[in-house]
Nanobody
Framework: QVQVTESGGGVVQAGESLRLSCAGS????????MAWFRQAPGKEREGVAS???????RAANSVQGRFTISKDNAKNTLYLQMNSLKPEDTAMYYC???????????????????WGQGTQVTVSS
């Protein structure tokens, strides 16, 4: 059974950093497209960053240069390093995964089959 579990959220001040982790089980991370999404109250879930089975990464314009997605295949764990956090980054952050046989790996909500419960990130000004 495929499962993903997020951790690492918290309350920080603007300008500080956090690293989110997503531990995967029941699948091999190197054969999966994995991604981070976030959802703020009253807003739709939006894609933050993705990493394909081949290691290709993509990030939303709003976080480029500040957030970095990475994956440790040996540990089956996905990470999101978040630097220079802003109040508008406040949201519930979700990890998601889906099997892939190629480089296609974009942050479209409907593409993903497996989701974690989320970890809250709150950035105060």
């Amino acid at each position: 059974q495929v499962q993903v579990t997020e951790s690492g959220g918290g309350v920080v001040q603007a300008g500080e950093s956090l690293r989110l982790s997503c531990a995967g089980s029941g699948f091999t991370a190197k054969r999966y497209c994995m991604a981070w999404f976030r959802q703020a109250p009253g807003k739709e879930r939006e894609g933050v960053a993705s990493i394909g089975g081949d290691g290709t990464t993509r990030a939303a314009n709003s976080v480029q240069g500040r957030f970095t997605i990475s994956k440790d295949n040996a540990k089956n764990t996905l990470y999101l390093q978040m630097n220079s956090l802003k109040p508008e980054d406040t949201a519930m952050y979700y990890c998601a995964a889906r099997a892939t046989s190629g480089p296609y790996c974009y942050t479209y909500v409907a593409d993903f089959d497996y989701w974690g419960q989320g970890t809250q990130v709150t950035v105060s000004s």
